[in-house]
């Protein structure tokens, strides 16, 4: 194997506020190879955001951040500003959650990807404004002539987002962040948008690191999926693998309470009880464990993420991860027998709190 | 309080304080805040107890120490008739905090009633608020105010009461912003469809989400007061002489500064000292009540 | 663009009406003309018409204030009584001018610190240059202009007793025509200074806000996002927006310059339009103050619509039909 695109190892974002420490990555490995889409599923507060953007660095200075992040084999954290804005939006970009915001509101959408353009590429401004061009039609903005010069308020929503992607792709990245790029967005509007990604990614080969909440939008997608929970990496794997043989309570419960998640017998919604772990405060052992219906005892040693299947890769984080598929089937039977009495989610959370 | 046990009883949260503690919490983390706060104190007692203990009465001559800078005797000088500085000052003091006081809560009284139902009633009153505030664009306070004072008197109490109806519009309009925005929020509605009357929905409802802005205002009304006080005292159409004011202070010893400068930088120096303490103690106000409102 | 502008200068026209009829009836109540002929004995009955008849003190509030209107329309603000009756509009404007002398240079100085401030202390929020602007524009909002002036004075007088020199005046207007270059100049100084650290103080606050708004939103990651250079990044796309709500705290400003500032004016001895309103004020003349509010008036909505104007052409999201 050659190396990877990305090579992130042990990374780890601390913000001080006046309330204490907020860790909100706490040790993530990952790397993403060329070409490949991988998907960072998590609720908002696991760290997916805050690690995407400390690979950008474009986190605020108030943020300390430790580990390595190699890119193309160049450390990011050692490089200085000059040679990260180098890699800024030309080997390595990154479009917004929300398209409506992220755009600047007093310049025309084209002046943006030339802007883009000519701060890596020494063109002329009607070379560049040729090629934005290209790259609206390329994202499928009709009559894109005309509409390079609209405002971003004078385009819709989808329209939006597609010109952002258009500005992220303008120097051919070899890594494209996308963090929650169809969250603001309507749902008809989503997959209208993720089939741009596609086509972007067919036609450059950029590598795609796809940030979501949504593990819906993943499906058709991702290569590989990795689930993120109170900072920390819950599951890996390549996407398949994760949605049908998943060795983990927190994805197993991200499924079960997405209504188009694929794989799921059709059952009624589960919402996972409770909400995400305040990162100040981290509760003992497994970060998990509070809301898990499957907690024990063990859980309030801090579960290490394991290999469960070298062959594809396969980690998890969870003690339990090798009973898990058949706790899942008990607990389903028993459900099914008596409504809900089962498994009181709360009496496990107490055992481990 | 009912939301710190609910909270509790679920587990999720494992510090819940009352609203009250947590803002107090936050206002002492405002150093300059509680520096402010602990000056302003010592102040408001040097004006209250100083006189008393003084062994000069505020209009005692001492006529072996006419016009003299400060000494031992008297520590801010003496006026041109043997009157003690410091006694004045401090009974200057006194009345100045006393207007700026009256004025900051006739204008927030003013200012939350006529806000709170332009806000919550919107259309005509609104825009009749609207326009009074844009006629106070063209007429000049100062007109207003010099009419009135030579109609009304200028006591202390009337001074105060005119520059309060020149400055509610300042917190009317703050009140409105906020009465709009919680207007048409769900537990307004709520309130409404269980049946709670208007009166109950502006004042029980809506009112202690405003009150944040409403006391921080108030807070930076001092400050402004205190400079409108003294800035209408020193060009002589304030609190009318004898009653010493801080301005009037000021005024009486501006003919003097190129031989006893202390007499007109004292005062100043209370004035510039209450009104930074009073935007200091606002500010960490802002903070306390208003978390979301930081500047971070 | 200009239909909207005449049409917001027409809308403006009740209010100004509104507001001029306030102050003709205030300052006509509150003075009688009438009441202090009645106590001089050396003016006989004869003088006493003529002075009726002149400014037609037998009609009603009213119908002079129509009068009033129709003269002023034609530029006819009538005589300042309490200035040996020289003409009102003359004397409004040639005193105009002179707070212009200090309002310009000040307004100037004014935005390019609080600019300069203000991002500044934005982009470097929490560090040590930032709380010292924040503390100084604490001190220059808790300052009354009139403490501030009287320090500057007191400098002035203990430099030229020590040294028996003093860089600036303390009052009074030198002209380049009159005085020379230097002594314009060295008059000028004390009261464009004191005009400037009040206002800049809370200007700087304002710029400072809408520079962090905007430095914290979405757009300016994007931009970052981009790797554009740092200053690109905060003067092409911070600035640039930060600028929009600035316009109108400006046009609000630069008209309260212009209309003249009572206090420094008074403690500089400066011959603008603040101590010509104050005297005219204190003095009931009628015509005087009623030229001076309409200038000031117009002022302010001038300078309103040319920040709504202003408005439109920073911000690409605002139309103007």
Not at chain 1, 234 to 258: H, K, Q
Not at chain 2, 77 to 97: A, E, H, K, N
Not at chain 3, 172 to 184: C, N
Request: overall charge neutral; hydrophobic content about 50%; glycine content about 8%.
């Amino acid at each position: 194997m050659t190396t990877p695109l990305l090579e992130v190892d042990d990374l780890r974002v601390t913000f001080r506020t006046d309330d204490g420490d907020v860790r909100a990555v706490q040790g993530l490995s990952f790397t993403v190879a060329e070409g490949e889409t991988l998907a960072v599923v998590g609720e908002s507060g696991s760290g997916k955001t805050v690690a995407a953007l400390a690979i950008m660095r474009l986190l605020p200075r108030t943020a300390r951040v430790e580990g390595t992040i190699r890119f193309r084999g160049t450390s990011l954290l050692d490089l200085d500003e000059d040679g990260m804005r180098d890699l800024q939006g030309d080997d390595l970009a990154m479009i917004f959650q929300d398209p409506m915001t992220a755009l600047n509101p007093v310049f025309t959408v084209g002046d943006q990807i030339v802007e883009a353009i000519r701060t890596h590429r020494d063109v002329t401004e009607s070379a560049a404004r040729a090629r934005a061009t290209e790259l609206l039609d390329l994202v499928g903005i009709p009559e894109p002539k005309q509409r390079i010069d609209n405002y971003p308020h004078e385009f819709s929503g989808g329209m939006r987002q597609r010109a952002m992607i258009a500005m992220g792709i303008a120097n051919e990245p070899k890594l494209l962040i996308a963090d929650e790029p169809t969250t603001a967005l309507d749902v008809t509007v989503q997959a209208q948008v993720m089939e741009v990604v596609r086509t972007v990614q067919e036609a450059t080969g950029t590598a795609v690191m796809l940030v979501t909440h949504d593990l819906g939008l993943v499906a058709g997608t991702a290569d590989r999926i990795q689930v993120m929970y109170g900072g920390r990496l819950f599951e890996a794997g390549p996407t398949d693998t994760v949605f049908y043989g998943s060795r983990n309570p927190y994805t197993l419960g991200l499924m079960a309470s997405i209504p188009s998640a694929v794989g799921r017998t059709a059952r009624r919604l589960e919402p996972i009880p409770g909400s995400p772990p305040s990162l100040i405060a981290l509760p003992e052992g497994c970060a998990f464990s509070p809301r898990c219906a499957f907690a024990t005892e063990a859980c309030r040693d801090e579960p290490e993420l394991r290999v469960v299947d070298a062959a594809s890769g396969h980690a998890t984080r969870c003690h339990r991860a090798e009973e898990l598929p058949d706790l899942v089937a008990a607990r389903a039977t028993a459900t099914a027998g008596s409504e809900g009495g089962a498994a009181e989610p709360g009496a496990a959370g107490d055992g481990a709190a | 309080m009912s939301d710190a046990t609910l909270d509790a009883r679920e587990g999720l949260t494992t510090v819940s304080r009352s609203f009250g503690r947590q803002a107090w919490d936050r206002f002492r983390r405002h150093r300059l805040a509680m520096i402010a706060l602990v000056l302003l104190a010592l102040m408001t007692t040097a004006f209250v107890v100083g006189p008393w203990l003084s062994p000069y009465a505020f209009s005692d001559q001492d006529f072996s120490a006419l016009n003299q800078g400060p000494s031992l005797a008297h520590p801010f000088g003496t006026d041109p008739i043997g009157r003690d500085l410091m006694v004045r000052t401090f009974i200057g003091g006194r009345y100045s905090l006393r207007i700026a006081l009256l004025i900051a809560v006739l204008t927030t009284a003013i200012g939350t009633v006529i806000g709170a139902l332009s806000g919550y009633f919107g259309g005509r009153l609104g825009a009749a608020i609207d326009q009074v505030i844009n006629l106070f664009l063209i007429v000049p306070s100062l007109i207003i105010l010099i009419v009135l004072a030579a109609r009304y008197g200028s006591g202390p109490n009337a001074i105060a009461i005119v520059i309060a109806l020149l400055s509610w519009p300042l917190i009317a309009r703050i009140v409105r912003g906020s009465f709009l925005q919680f207007r048409d929020q769900e537990f307004v509605l709520a309130a409404r469809a269980a049946g709670a009357s208007t009166r109950r929905i502006m004042f029980r409802h809506i009112l202690p989400n405003v009150f944040g802005p409403i006391v921080v205002n108030a807070t930076l009304l001092i400050g402004i007061a205190i400079i409108l006080e003294s800035t209408l005292g020193f060009l002589g159409l304030g609190v009318r002489p004898p009653v010493p004011t801080l301005g009037n202070l000021i005024a009486e010893s501006k003919g003097a500064l190129q031989t006893k400068p202390s007499a007109a930088l004292i005062p100043g120096g209370f004035i510039v000292t209450i009104t930074l303490c009073a935007n200091f103690i606002g500010d960490g106000l802002r903070d306390a009540l208003d978390p979301t409102s930081r500047k971070s | 663009m200009l239909a909207y502008a005449v049409r917001r200068v027409l809308a403006t026209i009740p209010l100004l009406l509104i507001g001029t009829f306030v102050v003709y009836v205030l300052v006509s109540i509150s003075g009688d003309p009438l009441a202090k002929l009645a106590t001089c004995t050396q003016c006989d009955q004869q003088a006493f018409d003529r002075i009726i008849d002149l400014y037609d003190l037998d009609k009603p509030i009213p119908e002079r204030y129509v009068n009033w209107v129709v003269n002023a329309v034609q530029g006819d603000f009538g005589p300042a009584v309490s200035f040996g009756s020289i003409d009102a509009g003359e004397l409004v404007l040639e005193r105009a001018a002179n707070s212009a002398r200090l309002a310009i240079p000040a307004f100037l100085i004014i935005v390019t610190i609080a600019i300069t401030l203000g991002v500044y202390s934005a982009v470097n929020q929490y560090s040590r240059l930032d709380y010292a602007v924040t503390g100084l524009s604490f001190l220059g909002i808790s300052l009354p202009t009139f403490v501030f002036a009287l320090l500057l004075q007191t400098i002035m007088i203990w430099m030229l007793d020590a040294f028996g020199w003093r860089p600036f005046f303390v009052t009074g207007m030198r002209t380049v025509e009159l005085d020379g270059f230097l002594p314009m100049l060295r008059s000028h100084v004390l009261p464009v200074i004191t005009l400037v650290l009040v206002i800049t103080a809370s200007e700087s606050r304002f710029q400072r806000a809408a520079m962090l708004e905007v430095i914290n939103s979405d757009y300016i990651r994007t931009a970052r996002a981009k790797g554009l250079p740092n200053r690109k990044v905060i003067l092409r796309h911070g600035l640039r927006n930060a600028l929009i709500p600035m316009a109108t705290i400006w046009a609000i400003d630069f008209a309260a310059l212009l209309g003249g500032s009572v206090v420094t004016e008074t403690i500089f001895a400066w011959p603008g339009l603040g101590p010509l309103f104050i005297s005219a004020v204190t003095q009931l003349d009628l015509n005087l103050t009623m030229a001076i509010v309409m200038l000031t008036s117009l002022l302010v909505i001038v300078f309103n619509l040319v920040a709504d104007l202003a408005y439109g052409l920073l911000d690409p999201r605002i139309r103007y039909e």
